[in-house]
């Protein structure tokens, strides 16, 4: 085998099998991978091409070089310079985005509009982008709570709830100018307050303590409710009558984006039976299956209020969910 000149070099192969291959045939044994890491890619190439690795070698100055050789075509001296895989065969979209994991329950769901193909010849990226416009139009929507409206927070995570209310506080708080309190509901299973309590007096938020069927109804006017995850049928129907004499008519499920899809319909069917009707998601930007979440609201009544990208409770939350759902989805967020 005839050596490429010494240097650093780039290339993009679809597996670690092939990035070997590109090693030991065209760089020779003396070469030594500085980097391997996964390409960001837009969901097109990503169900066009599938996922890509983007490697980084180095030829050492002291191995074997042939001048003059038919890899300087191909390989630049001293540059990272691309070797470029064979180019993907034409795949058929719908069969492509089940492997990208859209169900076929949503490629029906599509499919099934009047005049609206998974395929229509406008290109691989139109096509996807088009695709998840029609998803857009399955999703739930409502107007958003105005500034300061009574809403409930539940999930059968301490730490995502408390996460996602305290986002909502500071969101209503100083983005959105309005005057809350929170309501912390004690029941039967605990609902731990204490980090919600130092949060609400460093932004100067009043908290109050509830107990269901214990205590007179609480001035429902700029509540934020803190519910605990019920489970017997005594202390939903408290909380659920507490909800509803106090006109709390938005009651959000707080997820984590990394749940499987199953874990995330269990526990709206357990939320259903408080009424809940949003959805915040917690570590939107560590979820791996974007295509789960258009399932979850195509097929399910609830209405997203908010998707929470970073840990900070002080976050400013993006009140268009759908619209960063669809970025994700297209790699463009």
Known sequence: MISPPPGTYRFVVRSVKEAVSVLENRLGPDAKVLSVRQQQQPLWKRVLEGARLEVIAELPRDSLVHSGSAYGEVLAK???????SEGAAAVDLRSALGKAGFSERLLQLVQARDGVGLSAGRGLSADVEAFVIELCR?????PLPSAGAPIAFLSDCHSDKNLALCQWLSCEVFARGSCCR???VESGRPNPFLELEVFCQAIGVEMTHFIPGKQPFVNP?????????????AEIGEIAEALDKNDVSTRVLVQNASYELD?????YRRAQRLGATHLVLTHFDQMRNVAKIWDLLTETELVPLFFSANDSLLSTVRLDPLKQLSGRTLGVA
């Open 78 to 84: 001293s540059v990272v310079t691309p070797v470029v």
């Open 138 to 142: 399955h999703v739930k929507v409502r």
């Open 182 to 184: 929170v309501c912390h």
């Open 221 to 233: 006017k700029g509540l934020c409710w803190d519910l605990p995850w019920a489970t017997g049928d």
């Open 263 to 267: 874990c995330i319909r269990a526990n």
